[in-house]
């Protein structure tokens, strides 16, 4: 079974930090595609970053391209969001999110992750 736990979430004004976090078990954190997914009331769920099981390869959603860092930490088995510049429009419901990818699929902002988190709000003033 897979378990993610995020952690991080909170108030910030606009053009300020957060750094979200996602602990998981080592097998997931060595063998999963793993992202960060958000939603706001209405809205559908939109894929915000991605990094591959390995942690070379990290793609991002164009909304978020320059502002937003997806790293993993080894130590702790923890997949991070680091969140710099963020704008009202960034405030939502954060999910941390997993895959176990076939063989020749791409870890990318778009998969179609299996396995997410409970959720972490953000929210940015104005």
């Known amino acids: 079974q897979v378990q993610l736990a995020e952690s991080g979430g909170g108030s910030v004004q606009s053009g300020g930090s957060l750094t979200l976090s996602c602990a998981t078990s080592e097998f997931t954190y060595n063998n999963y595609c793993m992202g960060w997914l958000r939603q706001t009331p209405g809205k559908e769920l939109e894929g915000v970053a991605a990094i591959s099981a390995g942690g070379s390869y990290t793609d991002y959603a164009d909304s978020v391209k320059g502002r937003f860092t997806i790293s993993r930490d080894p130590v702790k088995n923890t997949l991070l969001l680091r969140m710099n510049s963020l704008k009202p429009e960034d405030t939502a419901v954060y999910f941390c999110?997993?895959?176990?990818?076939?063989?020749?699929?791409?870890?990318?902002?778009?998969?179609?992750?299996?396995?997410r988190g409970q959720g972490t709000q953000v929210t940015v003033s104005s």
């Open positions: 999110a997993a895959e176990a990818l076939l063989p020749g699929h791409y870890c990318y902002s778009g998969t179609d992750f299996t396995y």
